[in-house]
């Protein structure tokens, strides 16, 4: 087996010397803060936090403390707990002998209380003795009036009753009469109705054929004008052909004339004077070419504004044809709506009455249901009201003490309280089992009792209030009393209440809710997914029960009925006037038709005058050219005249002699007027050339004249042969319409006689149903107060009997409970202990029971009760509860109720101890020695506390003064690492704790940024990233305890060039400065001294060396000094070569 041995200057030592001569050149071998191998630098950043902060605590010396720091630790846990436990025992004994002396003062109290107890409970029993004495003094005197009235209304019942059958005879004979009467009216009128729609078409339609004959004659004389104006058209345009056919054959026979008198002899002209007649000629030609131009635009120009005025005259009238045609329209259209608006306004009033007639003839068809309901409800309500005057905590049926917030939740609310809708509220079950007693004895019916103290009602969970929009609690829609709380929320419980069956199905069905939903209908899905009711009848119990909140009478009800059956006769009259919506319909559509023409007319007119506006524009500015033109013509051919005439005076000077015989031969004075009749040859022909053109349109004009004028008189024709029709339709309409206005005059004064007949029968029949309706309300009052009056005298009777029997049990209840009262007469021992010894009547109270209660042998002594008390029962207005006497007894029996519960409640809440004086000595006793223990342990935790104390400053002082300086200079050494000449700033690298305050017990996370780069965790760097964060962390902590040497065996592998050269450039800087630090660094240089002077001995700084293991080229350019491996052949091992950089320059 291999071993190791460890010597210093060729002297072997132990490990622990050798580790400890190591320490002193901050060489630590655990640490290894002076090695890094081969592959092990990329491990190095990635590493934990934990082991990072295992690291820290190794290089600054704390994990020197981790042992005695969880030893201390543990001791002072176990002092501590030991001391707490020490002082808990102590307390638990200061609290035992408090208390003892508090069970020795409440037993002081109890006896003190039990004998204020005796004393009130004597005076209680009397002033409850004495209250029921006056209750059975005061039931006597009432029930012999109460006798007295009972005979007195049954006579007047009997002749009430009497009276109602007399009444009922004579409202039958008036009804008989008025029967027949309405029935002749309504004959009357349905022949009214018959023959009105009648005589209103007529009237519409003799109005429509005014308004077309109107239109006709307008129609007509229209065309009369259309037709003059075309025959003077016609006229005009065969006089102008004449006029120019008689000047073209004068023109003809001048040209013939001309023409032998021009053939006669030629002159050629000089050369000068051909050229200046050539040019005067064009140019007289073209002047002549432009006056006929002009004279043709004027004509033209001329005829479209005559045209331009007859299309603004058939405009004007298209514009009033149109305007009447609208307006007819729009009152027809008015006429419509407005109809069809009172008509449907008629059928939604019919619809409306006829719904409500329907209801009130349901209810009145209910009527002997409804009074025999109504007779029930009044016997419940007596039998309700005498449980309310004998118990006083009786406060009502259900559907009394509670109100929907809205009509629309009333059938819901009724439908959820079911069978309890009727239930009496009661105070506590003691209450309700005497009122159970009490209807027994009477007879008086069944009743459910609800008592506010045994109802026991289940939480109703918010989410159902939530549950839908359309959906709310039941309890939530109802308002009543808060102390009614208990029996509404019993009644109502979780049920839900919706607008609709759909919504009930959502919650029910969709959602699973346990609930019971109830729609605002009546429909009911119950929990076990069924679905019954749904829109009922109102009948019944339900209508009972609904009738509790809205009920109205008989008497209104039939008042209601006749109301609505006058206002629907009413409405059927107006409504058979509906058909008249079909005649104006018809009227419309012809209207419309009317309309539509008009407006198509007036279109195509407008579209002429438009084009006739343009054209009139184009022919005035052509006008306007051929002005002008005409004027440069013109001024051309006068300075051509000055200069012809210069030349022909000179021609003619010299031609004179030769043509002086020709001229006189042919009688001609000059030469001139031979050139002027060859100049008005030519012009004659070029005028027959526009004669002749000029007729051809005129003939073509006088044709299409012709043939409009025969249309417009074919128009003319047709609408008079019209007119003719119409007017004979109109004559025969306005006969019917006297016929029919005469035979609806007869009728009209005929049905006014029917109506004021009809009218006194109506009155008479009113006055007879009055009278019957008085009859029957005052039997069924003097009926009523008979059966008010007998019932009060029971309930006296049985109020009689329940004071007597209250009397009996509070005289029983002092002989129970030894309750020594003070008595005139008899004893408490002839009170019977048993309710077996008391005999009881089922059906009834008699006279003889009440007289023969043993009661009556007892006379209480109440000379010691209070003379207050006394005189308050004496007052009159006891009986009333809101008189301030009434008042003052309740409060008086409320004081001595609470005091006597306020005492029993005192004195069951004690519980005295007898030996708790003898307990006391020893408690005390117990104390002292629990009072010595506890300061001793606490002596203890002191110490222990302190040493571990010291011992956390250290571990604590050691760590963070390293973290500190490594995490101030870590970003140092990276940034040098990484910034370049494209990143001058470098990268960011920093630590974080994750215990601040003990940070050895938690991890050191390091975290390195690299240029340009976001945050991201040390796994996620590629392999250079982590290589240059390794560096910059072994960089910060060699710099903490710099060892003289630093091995790194292949740290570049995974970096590219550029980092390979700046790791380099580092290295090479750091061995040759004579301080570790970066170059400029002053706090780096301050906390490297400060680090050396605290570790003892400082290596020499100059010694400082690199040793790197390498296979890149940069490395080797920079170092200071190259040892190369290579393999011997001859020796077959490896040797060593050496070289020394330095000597040779950069």
Not at 46 to 67: C, H, K, P, V, Y
Not at 520 to 534: A, M
Request: with cysteine; proline share 2%; charged share 30%.
């Amino acid at each position: 087996s291999g071993g190791s041995e460890y010597s210093i200057n060729d002297k072997l030592v132990s490990f622990q010397d050798y580790k400890a001569q190591l320490e002193k050149f901050h060489i630590i071998t655990k640490a290894k803060n002076f090695l890094v191998f081969q592959g092990d630098v990329e491990a190095i950043a990635s590493q934990s936090s934990a082991d990072l902060t295992e690291l820290i605590e190794i290089m600054s010396g704390s994990i020197e403390f981790r042992n005695e720091y969880d030893i201390l630790k543990r001791e002072e846990k176990n002092a501590a707990e030991l001391s707490n436990s020490s002082f808990n025992k102590k307390r638990a004994i200061a609290a035992e002998l408090k208390a003892v002396l508090k069970q020795k003062s409440e037993l002081e109290t109890y006896e003190k209380k039990k004998s204020e107890l005796v004393k009130l409970n004597v005076e209680y029993m009397l002033w409850k003795l004495l209250q029921q004495d006056s209750k059975i003094d005061k039931d006597n005197s009432d029930i012999a009036n109460l006798s007295s009235q009972i005979s007195s209304l049954s006579s007047e019942s009997s002749t009430a009753n009497t009276n109602v059958e007399s009444q009922r005879r004579f409202q039958a004979k008036a009804f008989k009469d008025l029967s027949k009467a309405d029935k002749n009216v309504k004959l009357i009128e349905k022949q009214l109705e018959e023959n009105q729609p009648t005589l209103v078409a007529n009237k519409e339609k003799a109005d429509a054929i005014s308004k077309k004959i109107s239109i006709l004659n307008s129609n007509i004389e229209s065309l009369s004008s259309d037709s003059k104006r075309q025959q003077s058209m016609e006229s005009s345009f065969g006089k102008k052909y004449f006029k120019s056919q008689s000047d073209e054959a004068n023109a003809i026979s001048e040209y013939y004339m001309l023409e032998s008198r021009l053939n006669t002899e030629v002159q050629s002209l000089s050369q000068l004077l051909n050229d200046t007649s050539l040019k005067l000629s064009t140019m007289e030609m073209k002047k002549s070419r432009a006056e006929v131009k002009k004279d043709e635009l004027s004509k033209q120009l001329s005829e479209k504004k005559e045209q331009k005025r007859a299309y603004n005259t058939q405009l004007s009238e298209a514009k009033s044809r149109l305007s009447d045609s609208s307006s007819n329209k729009d009152k027809l259209i008015s006429d419509i709506a407005k109809t069809k608006k009172s008509h449907e306004k008629i059928k939604a009033k019919e619809l409306e009455i006829n719904e409500k007639l329907k209801i009130i003839l349901q209810q009145i068809s209910q009527t002997r249901a409804i009074e025999n309901e109504s007779k029930k409800e009044r016997k419940d309500a007596e039998i309700l009201a005498a449980l309310k005057r004998l118990f006083k905590n009786v406060y009502g049926r259900i559907s009394e003490l509670c109100k929907p917030t809205q009509r629309k939740y009333e059938l819901a609310a009724i439908v959820t309280f079911g069978k309890f809708a009727d239930a009496i509220v009661v105070d506590s079950q003691q209450t309700a089992i005497e009122c159970i007693r009490y209807l027994r004895e009477q007879r008086a019916g069944k009743a459910t009792f609800l008592p506010l103290d045994s109802l026991s009602n289940n939480s109703v969970s918010d989410t159902l209030r939530r549950a839908h929009p359309n959906s709310r609690l039941v309890i939530d829609v109802l308002e009543y009393d808060s102390k009614y709380s208990r029996a509404i929320s019993f009644v109502c419980g979780s049920n839900i209440v919706c607008d609709t069956l759909e919504v009930a199905r959502e919650l029910c069905y969709n959602r699973n809710l346990s609930v019971k939903a109830i729609t605002l209908d009546g429909s009911v899905i119950h929990k076990s997914g069924n679905i019954t009711g749904g829109t009922f009848s109102k009948t019944g119990s339900l209508k009972s029960n609904l009738d509790k909140w809205e009920r109205g009478s008989i008497n209104s009800l039939i008042k209601t009925r006749d109301e609505l059956t006058i206002s629907l006769n009413k409405l059927t009259k107006e409504r058979n006037f509906s058909h008249l919506i079909e005649n104006l319909e018809i009227q419309l559509a012809d209207a419309e038709t009317q309309y539509l023409s008009s407006n198509d007319n007036l279109l195509r007119i407008n579209r002429w005058l438009e084009s006739c506006s343009v054209e009139s524009k184009n022919l005035e500015r052509q006008l306007d050219v051929v002005d002008d033109e005409l004027e440069l013509l013109s001024s051309e051919i006068s300075s051509l005249n000055n200069e012809l005439s210069k030349a022909s005076s000179k021609f003619n000077k010299a031609s004179e002699p030769v043509f002086r015989e020709f001229c006189s031969k042919y009688n001609f004075s000059s030469i001139d007027e031979f050139n002027s009749i060859i100049e008005n040859k030519k012009k004659l022909s070029k005028k027959q050339l526009e004669f002749d053109n000029h007729i051809s349109k005129l003939e073509n004009q006088i044709l299409f004249e012709h043939e409009q004028l025969e249309i417009i008189n074919n128009d003319k024709s047709r609408k008079q042969s019209l007119l003719n029709q119409v007017n004979e339709d109109l004559i025969a309409t306005q006969a019917e319409i006297q016929a029919l206005e005469s035979t609806l005059s007869s009728q009209i004064k005929q049905l006014s006689k029917l109506r004021k007949a009809h009218n006194d029968l109506q009155s008479s029949f009113n006055s007879e149903s009055n009278k019957l309706t008085e009859a029957r309300n005052l039997y069924a009052d003097l009926t009523s107060s008979l059966d008010v009056v007998t019932k009060s005298k029971s309930v006296k009777e049985t109020e009689l009997a329940k004071s007597l029997d209250k009397k009996l049990a509070i005289l029983r209840k002092c002989r129970l409970e030894s309750i020594n009262i003070p008595l005139k007469s008899g004893t408490l021992t002839s009170v019977p202990i048993s309710l077996a010894n008391i005999s009881t009547r089922p059906d009834g109270i008699s006279e003889s029971s009440l007289v023969n209660n043993p009661v009556h042998n007892i006379k209480p002594d109440y000379s010691s009760l209070p003379q207050s008390s006394r005189a308050k029962l004496n007052s009159k207005n006891i009986s009333d509860p809101n008189s301030e006497e009434a008042r003052e007894i309740e409060f008086l029996e409320t004081s001595y109720s609470s005091k006597i519960a306020s005492i029993n409640f005192e004195l069951s809440s004690m519980a005295p101890i007898s030996h708790a004086r003898e307990k006391l000595n020893a408690l005390q006793q117990k104390l002292e020695d629990s009072d010595k223990e506890f300061a001793n342990l606490r002596n203890v935790a002191k110490n222990v506390h302190a040493r571990f104390s010291v011992v956390k400053k250290s571990r604590h002082e050691l760590f963070t003064k390293m973290y500190q300086h490594i995490s101030q200079s870590i970003d140092k050494f990276y940034k040098i690492l990484t910034k370049s000449n494209m990143f001058p700033i470098g990268g960011t690298a920093y630590l974080n704790l994750e215990n601040n305050e003990e940070p050895y017990l938690g991890g050191v996370k390091y975290h390195a940024m690299p240029p340009l780069k976001r945050f991201r965790d040390m796994e996620l760097l590629s392999g250079g990233e982590k290589t240059v964060a390794a560096l910059a962390l072994l960089f910060a902590l060699q710099s903490y305890l710099p060892s003289p040497f630093f091995v790194l065996d292949e740290v570049d592998a995974a970096l590219d060039l550029a980092n390979v050269v700046q790791l380099a450039n580092y290295l090479r800087l750091r061995s040759s400065q004579t301080q570790l630090t970066a170059p400029g660094d002053e706090n780096e240089i301050t906390s490297e001294k400060n680090s050396r002077k605290s570790k003892g001995k400082k290596p020499d700084p100059s010694n400082f060396q690199f040793i790197v293991i390498s296979l890149k080229q940069p490395l080797y350019e920079r170092a200071g000094t190259l040892v190369g491996i290579y393999k011997d052949q001859q020796s077959n091992s490896s040797k060593t070569l050496t070289l020394d950089l330095n000597q040779y320059p950069e």
